[in-house]
C-alpha cells in the first residue's frame, strides 16, 4: 500500500543534504541489505522518487530509510538513496543519520553500529561532530589516461570508498563560484569513462568523479549533482589512492575541504590487512516535516522523464 503522510526528519552535513525517513514507509523485505535494497527497488521505487525527487526534494536530497539491523551486534540498519536510485555508503549520510538519532534522542550510547548494503560501520560522538569508521577502502589502478575531448589526455586513479571513484588532479582552484563549469567536466569526464572500457576491478562501476586541487575537491554524485561536502566516501577513496602513491601515512590525518568550503578529517588505519577510513564530520538538523502524498497530485510521485514515471504504481 502507497501512504498518503511519510515523516522525514532533514539535516546537512558540511552543506549536503540528508532526509531520514522517520515514520511511514512500508516495512521492506529481506534478510540481508542487499536483498531489502533490491526490495526497495522492485516494490517502493516510486517512494524513493517522492521523498528525494522534485517537488517535495531536489538533485542534491540523499535519502536515509532505516531498517532493523541484520547482524546481532549492530543496532540499526540504512539504505542511502538519492535521485537516481541507491547508494552503497553515505558518509555524509552517516553523519547526518547520528545527528539525527542524537535529535530525536535515539541515540545515546557512545558507538552506533550500522548495516548499510556494503557493509557495517560506526558512528560515535567527537569533539567536533561525529566521528564515522567506513567500510575498507581501496586503490585499484594509479594514473589511468582517459582522452577527454576539450581537455586532452587526462589521468586518474581508481578508487572504492563505499562506492566506485575516478579521481583526478586538477591543475586549478576548486571554487564554489565555478561550481556549474566543473559540474559540466566532470559529467563529461564521466561519460568518456563509459564509453572508455578498461579491464580494472572496479572500472564499470565508476558512478562518482571526484577533481582533487590540494586539500580541495569537487565530487561529481550519481545523476547530474554535485556534492556540496566534501563527500565522506569520496574523502575514504582518496585517502585510499593517496596511500597506494605513497603520499599518506597510516593514522596520518587528511583535512578534505568540499566546494561549499565544509571540512572533513580523516586518516587511515590498517586492520587485518585492510585500509580502514575514519572521518569526522559535523551534521546539523534543519527540519522535521510530513511529506503529505496527494492522490490527486500528478507529481506525488517525483518529477522524472514520463518513460520513468510509468514505472510507479498510478
Known amino acids: 500500500m502507497t501512504p498518503d503522510r511519510i515523516r522525514v526528519i532533514d539535516s546537512h552535513t558540511e552543506g549536503e543534504p540528508t532526509r531520514v525517513v522517520v515514520e511511514g514507509f512500508p516495512n521492506l523485505m529481506g534478510t540481508s541489505m542487499a536483498e531489502r535494497v533490491e526490495d526497495f527497488r ?9 521523498i528525494v525527487c522534485e517537488p517535495r526534494g531536489h538533485e542534491a536530497v540523499v535519502g536515509a530509510l532505516v531498517t532493523p539491523p541484520v547482524n546481532p551486534d549492530s543496532n540499526l540498519g540504512v539504505i542511502f538513496f538519492n535521485d537516481i536510485g541507491y547508494l552503497g555508503m ?36 567527537s569533539e567536533r ?22 581537455l586532452g589526455q587526462i589521468h586518474g586513479n581508481v578508487a572504492y570508498g563505499g562506492n566506485w571513484f575516478f ?12 561550481r556549474s563549469r566543473l559540474l559540466q567536466i566532470a559529467e ?7 564509453e572508455t572500457p578498461q579491464d580494472i576491478e572496479g572500472w564499470a562501476e565508476i558512478d562518482h568523479i571526484e577533481l582533487c586541487h590540494a586539500h ?8 547530474a549533482a554535485y556534492d556540496r561536502s566534501p563527500c565522506g566516501t569520496g ?32 586518516w587511515l588505519e590498517l586492520r587485518d590487512g585492510e585500509l580502514i577510513p575514519h572521518l569526522v564530520g559535523r551534521a546539523h538538523v534543519t527540519a522535521e516535516s510530513t511529506l503529505i ?13 514520463p518513460s520513468q514515471r510509468l514505472a510507479g504504481p498510478s
Open 42 to 50: 522492485k516494490r517502493q521505487d516510486h517512494l524513493r522518487r517522492a
Open 129 to 150: 561532530g561525529v566521528e564515522i569508521e567506513n567500510v575498507p577502502s581501496r586503490c585499484t589502478a594509479i594514473g589511468v589516461p582517459l582522452q577527454v575531448p576539450g
Open 167 to 178: 579521481l583526478v588532479n586538477w591543475p586549478e582552484e576548486l571554487r564554489y563560484a565555478d
Open 188 to 194: 563529461h569526464i564521466r561519460q568518456c569513462l563509459r
Open 90 to 125: 553515505c558518509g555524509h549520510g552517516l553523519i547526518g543519520l547520528a545527528a539525527t538519532l542524537a535529535h530525536t534522542g535515539q541515540w545515546t550510547d557512545a558507538l552506533l553500529t550500522v548495516d548499510t548494503p556494503v557493509g557495517t560501520v560506526t558512528a560515535r560522538r
Open 235 to 266: 574523502t575514504s577513496a582518496h585517502m585510499a589512492a593517496m596511500r597506494a602513491r605513497g603520499e599518506l601515512e597510516l593514522e596520518e590525518t587528511w583535512t578534505q575541504v568540499g566546494i561549499a568550503g565544509g571540512s572533513f578529517v580523516g
Open 293 to 305: 502524498l496527494d492522490a490527486e497530485d500528478p507529481f506525488r510521485f517525483g518529477i522524472e522523464a
Open 216 to 223: 580541495e575537491n569537487f565530487v561529481l554524485c550519481p545523476g
